[in-house]
T-cell receptor, first 114, second 114 residues
Framework: DAEITQSPRHKITETGRQVTLACHQT?????MFWYRQDLGHGLRLIHY???????NKGEVSDGYSVSRSNTEDLPLTLESAASSQTSVYFC?????????????FGPGTRLLVL | GESVGLHLPTLSVQEGDNSIINCAYS??????FIWYKQESGKGPQFIID?????DKRQGQRVTVLLNKTVKHLSLQIAATQPGDSAVYFC?????????????FGTGTLLAVQP
C-alpha cells in the first residue's frame, strides 16, 4: 500500500547541531509539506514543495531548509538546532492537481533539542 | 487575518451518544474544508471533506455541515465509540490559486466516557 513515512520517529539532539528529518511518500504525489505542531498553535507550515526542484517557505521557515531532488522525498534540515525547535514535526503530501487538496500525513517525528 | 478556530477545546461525551465538534473560519473566500482526527502519538488522519458548493456531506458515522452565512463548520459523529477519542481539527483553504495553503485550527479533544 502507498504510504508516507518519517524517520527517525524520535530524536534528541544538542543546541547548535545540524539535524535532518526524513520524509518519504510512495503515492507519487507532487506536493509535499512540513509542519510543526506545538501546544496552543496547531499545525504550522514550515516549508512546502510543489514538485522536484521546487521549494517554498511557510509561515515558520526560519532555521529550517528543505530540498526536493525526487518526487518521493522531502528532507527537512535544521541548520543549527535551537531549543525553540523542540516540537513534533509532521510531513504531509497531496495530489498535485489542485495544489492544496487533501493532505495525508506521516506519523510524525518528535524532536527534543537540549 | 485568516484563522480557523474551535469553540470548544474539550468535549466529553458518553459512549453511544452523538458528538458535535464545531469550527469557525474567518476567510469567506475559503471553498474547501477538511476534518482531521489525530490520535495520541499519531499523525492527523483525514476524516471527511466538503466543498463550499455543498451544505452537508455524510460519511460512515460522520457528517460535516457547512454554514457559509456564518462561516461555521461542524463535524457530527454518530454513536460515539471509545475509538473516537482523539483531537479533531478542521482545516480550510481556497483552491485554484497558486499558493493557497491549508489553515488549521488548534483542535478539540473528544473524550468518550464508557
Amino acid at each position: 500500500d502507498a504510504e508516507i513515512t518519517q524517520s527517525p520517529r524520535h530524536k534528541i539532539t544538542e543546541t547548535g547541531r545540524q539535524v535532518t528529518l526524513a520524509c518519504h511518500q510512495t503515492w507519487n504525489h507532487n506536493n509535499m509539506f512540513w509542519y510543526r505542531q506545538d501546544l496552543g498553535h496547531g499545525l504550522r507550515l514550515i516549508h512546502y514543495s510543489y514538485g522536484v526542484q521546487d521549494t517554498n517557505k511557510g509561515e515558520v521557515s526560519d532555521g529550517y531548509s528543505v530540498s526536493r531532488s525526487n518526487t518521493e522525498d522531502l528532507p527537512l534540515t535544521l541548520e543549527s538546532a535551537a531549543s525553540s525547535q523542540t516540537s513534533v514535526y509532521f510531513c504531509a503530501s497531496s495530489d498535485g492537481r489542485l495544489r492544496q487538496e487533501t493532505q495525508y500525513f506521516g506519523p510524525g517525528t518528535r524532536l527534543l533539542v537540549l | 487575518g485568516e484563522s480557523v478556530g474551535l469553540h470548544l477545546p474539550t468535549l466529553s461525551v458518553q459512549e453511544g451518544d452523538n458528538s458535535i465538534i464545531n469550527c469557525a473560519y474567518s476567510n469567506s473566500a475559503s471553498d474547501y474544508f477538511i476534518w482531521y482526527k489525530q490520535e495520541s502519538g499519531k499523525g492527523p488522519q483525514f476524516i471527511i471533506d466538503i466543498r463550499s458548493n455543498m451544505d452537508k456531506r455524510q460519511g460512515q458515522r460522520v457528517t460535516v455541515l457547512l454554514n457559509k452565512t456564518v462561516k461555521h463548520l461542524s463535524l457530527q459523529i454518530a454513536a460515539t465509540q471509545p475509538g473516537d477519542s482523539a483531537v479533531y481539527f478542521c482545516a480550510e483553504t481556497r483552491t485554484g490559486g497558486a499558493t493557497n495553503k491549508l489553515i488549521f485550527g488548534t483542535g478539540t479533544l473528544l473524550a468518550v466516557q464508557p
